[in-house]
T-cell receptor, first 113, second 116 residues
Framework: QQQVKQSPQSLIVQKGGISIINCAYE??????FPWYQQFPGKGPALLIA?????SEKKEGRFTISFNKSAKQFSLHIMDSQPGDSATYFC????????????FGTGTRLQVTL | GAVVSQHPSRVICKSGTSVKIECRSL??????MFWYRQFPKQSLMLMAT?????????EQGVEKDKFLINHASLTLSTLTVTSAHPEDSSFYIC????????????FGSGTRLTVV
């Protein structure tokens, strides 16, 4: 199975709050798990990525938590800002430059004042 | 970091004509590039995998004769939408994976195609 399931579909968070988006995968051969941010009319931009040999990775306000046994990973956005309002996609792939990226369905995040 | 340039960003064409979209990896060589289509408020749908020097691999349900892919060099892949119809109007995005230590996928900025 190549599916990556993402939730929630949409999320509203107050400024300064924590935004949490969850993903689950089925294929145990996946070894690369990125999160992308996409603004309307633009291509996805890599936010942060993790490999299964670590359980957490933090870059600035963005943290990925990874649970290999549960086949789940999540994105935490700390101190959410209105500029974070965008669509977020989780994804997964196998090793190799020819391996395709399987995307989640996306989460539309709105950060309110 | 790795940069993928996609051109044009927007194009309007008449029904029945063909449109070519270019995708270039600017600072790395990409033996494989990926072409996606995205409908409004939906996820990216992989259309095909473009392989340098060989035929592209199309996903199930994608018409290979309508969406022609050419990957003539290690830095350039093109997608040609042939005999375009209004239902081909969409956002097309290319991507390539850097073979370097990071191994991440870099996306182009996308092409908004409108067929009138």
């Amino acid at each position: 199975q190549q599916q990556v399931k993402q939730s929630p579909q949409s999320l509203i968070v107050q400024k300064g709050g924590i935004s949490i988006i969850n993903c689950a995968y089925e294929n145990t051969a996946f070894d690369y798990f990125p999160w992308y941010q996409q603004f309307p009319g633009k291509g996805p931009a890599l936010l942060i990525a993790i490999r299964p040999d670590v359980s957490e990775k933090k870059e600035g306000r963005f943290t990925i938590s990874f649970n290999k046994s549960a086949k789940q990973f999540s994105l935490h956005i700390m101190d959410s800002q209105p500029g974070d309002s965008a669509t977020y996609f989780c994804a997964a792939s196998r090793a190799g430059t020819a391996s395709k990226l399987t995307f989640g369905t996306g989460t539309r995040l709105q950060v309110t004042l | 970091g790795a940069v993928v340039s996609q051109h044009p960003s927007r194009v309007i064409c008449k029904s029945g004509t063909s449109v070519k979209i270019e995708c270039r990896s600017l600072d790395f060589q990409a033996t494989t590039m990926f072409w996606y289509r995205q409908f409004p408020k939906q996820s990216l749908m992989l259309m095909a995998t473009s392989n340098e020097g060989s035929k592209a691999t199309y996903e199930q349900g994608v018409e290979k004769d309508k969406f022609l892919i050419n990957h003539a060099s290690l830095t350039l892949s093109t997608l040609t939408v042939t005999s375009a119809h209004p239902e081909d109007s969409s956002f097309y995005i290319c991507s390539a994976r850097d073979a370097g230590p990071g191994g991440g996928y870099t996306f182009g900025s996308g092409t908004r195609l409108t067929v009138v």
